[in-house]
DNA sequence: TAAACTTGTTTATTATATAAACATAATTTT
DNA sequence: AAAATTATGTTTATATAATAAACAAGTTTA
């Protein structure tokens, strides 16, 4: 009946993160902190969750002598989110609206 | 950018649960556990927090014998659920399909 | 009447999300 | 040039939450 919803996706920061990632394909750890509006804290955890499951990669450099990370979606990560979409539809279907 | 998305309503089970009973109106206890496949243990608990946030009602009665409870959406519940729905589409965008 | 079944609740466990505190280094100020 | 402030993250602690295990109360069956 209903799919089961992938619990890595199923986090409103974490599906944040991804939603912003699929869109512009690289993003930098202050522009998630400025788009998400999450601490900079939670935002370094759930990054770290999600490099770990391969839906990101993660690149640490430096610009102007600071910290510069860099993160990108993954094929795998890819492809999490539109099943997690697909299965969120389920759930939905009461409400699908014109 | 992102609206949060109401915590009761953003969990798989509660969800499950609202999802039914928009469509259907109105459903016993068994109907919930055949539909979800989730344990009565946590049906139970999720229907009562869904009950005191007011998005439910919940009547208890007996039917040859035995306990019969049987839950209905309310007007606020059916309203919060589509606000989530109209809410998760910030999130889904970049996954929109046709 | 004892055993098994039905329906549900309460309690305990595990995981999770989040924020607070910390760390490191680079600037700016005085 | 020392002190304070800013920048960028990470680690740790705390509060919630989801879930399942254990329990309860009554009913049916053997």
């Known amino acids: 009946m209903f799919k089961e919803l992938d619990p890595l996706l199923h986090?409103?920061?974490?599906l944040?993160?991804?939603s912003l990632l699929i869109s512009v394909k690289s993003a930098t750890f202050n522009f998630l902190?400025?788009?998400t509006g999450a601490t900079r804290g939670n935002i370094s955890v759930?990054?770290?969750k999600l490099e770990e499951?391969?839906?990101l990669e993660i690149d640490k450099?430096?610009?102007?002598?600071y910290p510069l990370t860099t993160c990108r979606i993954t094929p795998k990560g890819i492809d999490a989110f539109?099943?997690?979409v697909d299965a969120l539809r389920d759930y939905l279907?009461?409400?699908e609206k014109a």
Chains 1, 2 share one sequence.
């Open 11 to 14: 986090s409103q920061l974490r």
């Open 53 to 55: 499951a391969g839906y």
């Open 82 to 84: 539109e099943r997690y």
């Open 46 to 48: 759930q990054l770290k």
């Open 61 to 65: 450099s430096f610009q102007d002598n």
């Open 93 to 95: 279907g009461g409400a």
């Open 33 to 35: 902190l400025e788009k």
């Open 16 to 18: 944040s993160i991804m």
